[in-house]
T-cell receptor, first 107, second 113 residues
Framework: EDQVTQSPEALRLQEGESSSLNCSYTVSGLRGLFWYRQDPGKGPEFLFTLYSAGEEKEKERLKATLTKKESFLHITAPKPEDSATYLCAVSARQLTFGSGTQLTVLP | DAGITQSPRYKITETGRQVTLMCHQTWSHSYMFWYRQDLGHGLRLIYYSAAADITDKGEVPDGYVVSRSKTENFPLTLESATRSQTSVYFC????????????FGDGTRLSIL
């Protein structure tokens, strides 16, 4: 059974305080790993796709990396508008989502 | 604007009633999906569709029915609603089943009393 675990469940940062979110996974035949951002009352918004170990993607203050067992979402010098729940999902036979990390960035 | 539209955004109903959640996409994506999101469980797949008239079960299909007569529409029906089906429901679409990102609507918050 495919499993995805995200940690921490919640993270509070001061504005400008860089950190990383973790997504560890156990799947048979990874086809891709996706990161999403979800704001309250909204649907998940697609951020990145990673297909193979060693791959990295960047967008503004966010950088996603992938190894054979986990992915990290690095947030550099975050701003309050980066506050959201970040979801990762792994694609094998189907898409399996983690429970998310709720990020709060304080001004 | 292109995207996915879900309706209604909020719905309150009673146990035993039938309720249908609507989903419409303008991207002409082949694949469409229905998920439910509950605290502690993340997003769980209910049903998906690869094309018009082709549907298949996901992880938690019991109590739900889907149809897809047109590529752009993918309604989800709860034939006899139960309190355990109180949840937030998201519709998504994608160019493929697993290799491409899925794009989500803003959800329907369903409460069953």
């Amino acid at each position: 059974e495919d499993q995805v675990t995200q940690s921490p469940e919640a993270l509070r940062l001061q504005e400008g305080e860089s950190s990383s979110l973790n997504c560890s996974y156990t799947v048979s035949g990874l086809r891709g790993l996706f990161w999403y951002r979800q704001d309250p009352g909204k649907g998940p918004e697609f951020l990145f796709t990673l297909y193979s170990a060693g791959e990295e993607k960047e967008k503004e203050r966010l950088k996603a990396t992938l190894t054979k067992k986990e992915s990290f979402l690095h947030i550099t010098a975050p701003k309050p508008e980066d506050s959201a729940t970040y979801l990762c999902a792994v694609s094998a036979r189907q898409l399996t989502f983690g429970s998310g990390t709720q990020l709060t960035v304080l001004p | 604007d292109a995207g996915i539209t879900q309706s209604p955004r909020y719905k309150i109903t009673e146990t035993g009633r039938q309720v249908t959640l609507m989903c419409h996409q303008t991207w002409s994506h082949s694949y469409m999906f229905w998920y439910r999101q509950d605290l502690g469980h993340g997003l769980r797949l209910i049903y998906y569709s690869a094309a018009a008239d082709i549907t298949d079960k996901g992880e938690v299909p019991d109590g739900y029915v889907v149809s897809r007569s047109k590529t752009e529409n993918f309604p989800l029906t709860l034939e006899s609603a139960t309190r355990s089906q109180t949840s937030v429901y998201f519709c998504a679409s994608s160019e493929s089943q697993i290799n491409q990102p899925q794009h989500f609507g803003d959800g329907t918050r369903l409460s069953i009393l």
